[in-house]
Nanobody, 117 residues
């Protein structure tokens, strides 16, 4: 069975950094794209960053230049390095494996990131 477990969340001051990790299991990790989403109170869930099986990346405009997504296929992990954090980055961050054809997507349980001013 597919399982995604996030870690690395916490509380930091504006301008600080955090590194989130997502440990994946139960499937051939290297064959799938992976994504990070976030959801802040009162806001819709948004795509933060994605990385394909070949290593191509994409980012939301709000985090470009500050966040970096990467993957380590040998360890079955996808990471999100977050620098120059702002209070508006405060949210629960979720690891996601996108759906493919009839196969549904999968989600981790989320990890809280809080950025204070």
């Amino acid at each position: 069975q597919v399982q995604l477990v996030e870690s690395g969340g916490g509380s930091v001051q504006s301008g600080g950094s955090l590194r989130l990790s997502c440990a994946a299991s139960g499937y051939d990790f290297s064959r799938y794209s992976m994504q990070w989403f976030r959801q802040a109170p009162g806001k819709q869930r948004e795509l933060v960053a994605g990385i394909t099986s070949s290593g191509s990346t994409n980012y939301a405009d709000s985090v470009k230049g500050r966040f970096t997504i990467s993957r380590d296929n040998a360890r079955n992990t996808v990471n999100l390095q977050m620098n120059s954090l702002k209070p508006e980055d405060t949210a629960v961050y979720y690891c996601n494996r996108p759906s493919t054809g009839w196969i549904p997507d999968y989600w981790g349980r989320g990890t809280q990131v809080t950025v204070s001013s």
